[in-house]
């Protein structure tokens, strides 16, 4: 079982992989951005984080929320942190 979790992770880590990472890298520039007086360039990346440049502003959050439902419950379920322990009688 713990090998059938291993490839639903690894291949939703793949598929979910380039939309996280823009929200990554666009929710840390945003602030860098604004603080450094560049209202133009905090714009676009706000535009960017929310794919509003094109027109994904309302499905974004929903994609961005079940990649990363799906890797944490694989992931945490790998740990076998959850599991009953059987102890020795």
Request: proline share 6%; hydrophobic share 50%.
């Amino acid at each position: 079982m713990n090998r059938i979790f291993r490839q639903y992770h690894r291949w939703l880590a793949i598929v979910f992989a380039l939309p996280l990472l823009t929200t990554l890298i666009t929710g840390i520039s945003f602030p860098i951005a604004k603080s450094l007086n560049q209202p133009q360039l905090a714009e676009l990346l706000i535009q960017i984080h929310t794919l509003e440049i094109v027109g994904l502003e309302n499905i974004f959050p929903i994609i961005n929320g079940i990649g990363l439902l799906g890797l944490l419950s694989t992931g945490i379920y790998m740990t076998r942190l959850f599991r009953q322990r059987h102890y020795p009688s």
